[in-house]
């Protein structure tokens, strides 16, 4: 095409490509920036190494790309200010620079010296710089992403790491051990305050999540013994009624509850998942269903405050210990 040829280096495809040739072109690249998740998907299949620009509220976690070897780029919060920076050409070349050259580095240059030779150091500052890898079998699977420049991470990071333990035990079948992927220096003071609301919080959702599943067992426990779910005593209806009551009660107390403490947003999403997908023709069938509902979410509760603990006392300072004082034998009383 006339419109892609000529002296400049660069050729733009925007408006000249089906849903093929798209792929074909992806494929030829040796790297693929994008914010667009679709790209990212087909990237990560295609083999083509990846700069993903995760803007807005972070979902790299989730949407990132999947393999070893990418990168990806979100803006990090302006200190003491939950407004975000913007992620600059500056850091994408430095990021992009950096990753084409790890072959020639064999890893022994870190991104800071890197970024400081160039006289880009500030730009670390003002991005959140995170590589893709692939996890160990015996770590649990899937894809992890490491936070380049080691610097304290926030709430968010955090219960994205926590969230994707939750997930793998909900539905893989396998935990891996507690707070493996994370370090005491990335612990800082805002973190640790916030765990410590995040604490409290939680132990309240941990309640109401073993009250629904007493109510719900003994929902199913009373109408299991009933032949029929329309004709029964009016001693029966109104217990029933008031078991009814009681699990709605608690609904409305976890979506008040993620209302003062967002981090637990997660679980009442799936709560309401959960519910929605009840099944039985009966009330001894759905008090039954419901039940385990409820234990699925203690037990992500519990991993939540697993991690709360764990990286609350991580956080501690550790005790000095007095060395050893050489020679003791020959030291006179």
């Given at each position: ?229 329309k004709i029964m005593g009016v001693h029966d209806r109104e217990e029933l009624r008031e078991l009814g009551k009681t699990l709605m009660d608690l609904e409305n107390l976890v979506d008040r509850l993620v209302k003062t403490q967002a981090a637990l947003l997660p679980f009442s999403k799936m709560s309401k998942v959960l519910m929605h997908h009840l099944k039985g ?53």
């Amino acid at each position: 095409d006339s419109r892609t040829k000529g002296s400049s280096s660069i050729v733009s495809l925007v408006g000249l490509t089906n849903f093929d040739l798209w792929i074909s072109a992806i494929s030829k690249c040796q790297w693929l920036f994008t914010a667009d998740t679709a790209a990212v998907h087909l990237a990560s299949v295609l083999g083509t190494r990846i700069l993903n620009f995760s803007l807005g509220t972070p979902q790299y976690s989730e949407r990132g790309p999947y393999g070893t070897g990418h990168y990806i780029l979100s803006p990090a919060s302006v200190s003491g200010n939950d407004k975000p920076n913007e992620i600059t050409p500056e850091a994408a070349y430095l990021v992009w620079l950096y990753g084409s050259n790890e072959w020639a580095t064999k890893g022994q240059v870190s991104l800071e010296t890197h970024a400081l030779r160039l006289g880009w150091g500030d730009y670390l500052n003002q991005t959140k710089i995170l590589r893709s890898r692939i996890r160990d079998a015996s770590d649990g699977g899937g894809v992890v992403y490491d936070t380049i420049v080691k610097k304290p991470i926030d709430i968010n990071d955090w219960c994205s790491m926590v969230m994707g333990h939750v997930a793998r035990s909900w539905y893989c079948g396998w935990v891996p051990p507690i707070g493996k992927e994370l370090a005491r220096e990335d612990i800082g003071p805002l973190l640790v305050q916030k765990l410590r609301e995040l604490n409290d919080s939680a132990d309240v959702l941990l309640k109401i999540c073993e009250r629904g599943n007493q109510a719900a067992l003994t929902l199913h426990k009373k109408t299991s013994s009933m032949k029929s779910d329309k004709i029964m005593g009016v001693h029966d209806r109104e217990e029933l009624r008031e078991l009814g009551k009681t699990l709605m009660d608690l609904e409305n107390l976890v979506d008040r509850l993620v209302k003062t403490q967002a981090a637990l947003l997660p679980f009442s999403k799936m709560s309401k998942v959960l519910m929605h997908h009840l099944k039985g023709e009966h009330l001894a069938d759905l008090g039954k269903e419901t039940a385990e509902s409820y234990k699925q979410l203690r037990d992500g509760v519990q991993i939540l405050l697993n991690w709360t603990h764990f990286t609350l006392g991580l956080s501690k300072p550790v005790a000095l210990q007095p060395k050893p004082i050489a020679n003791l034998e020959r030291i006179s009383p």
